[in-house]
C-alpha cells in the first residue's frame, strides 16, 4: 500500500524475514549504510564530491520503531520504520518519508540556477 502527497511518502509491505532480522537491518550501521545511502556514479567523481549526505539516527524503540534524518544535498527529510510480526512468520514493514523544511539562517549554500 502506498500513499503519497507533496511532503509525506508511506509505504507498507510485507517480508518474509523475520522481525528480528529486518531489526538488524535497519539499525547495525553496516547494514544500514548498504543500503540507506546516497548512490554512487562513478562517471561523475567531481559532482560527487560536491554532493554532501548525512544520515544521523534520530531515535529507536528497540525491535519495532527506527527513524533517520537523511540530508542529501540542500534537502532535509526524515524517515521512519515500523515493523511488526505479520500472521505469515515474516515481518509487516512500514516506512514513512517526510519532507523537512530546513530553517533559513542554517548557512546552508544555495545553488543558483542557470536560466
Not at 554532501?52 to 527506527?66: D, Y
Request: charge should be negative; glycine fraction near 4%; hydrophobic fraction near 35%.
Amino acid at each position: 500500500m502506498t500513499h503519497k502527497n507533496d511532503e509525506r511518502i508511506s509505504l507498507t509491505y510485507e517480508l518474509d524475514a523475520s522481525p528480528a532480522k529486518v531489526w538488524r537491518a535497519l539499525t547495525i550501521p553496516e547494514y544500514v549504510s548498504q543500503w540507506l545511502s546516497k548512490p554512487t556514479d562513478t562517471d561523475n567523481d567531481e559532482k560527487q564530491k560536491e554532493n554532501t549526505f548525512e544520515l544521523r539516527l534520530i531515535s529507536a524503540e528497540p525491535g519495532t520503531r527506527v527513524r533517520y534524518s537523511i540530508r542529501d544535498n540542500d534537502a532535509v527529510s526524515t524517515v521512519t520504520f515500523q515493523i511488526g510480526a505479520n500472521s505469515n512468520g515474516g515481518t509487516t514493514f512500514h516506512i514513512v518519508h517526510e519532507h523537512s523544511m530546513v530553517a533559513a539562517n542554517l548557512n546552508i549554500p544555495r545553488r543558483l540556477l542557470a536560466a
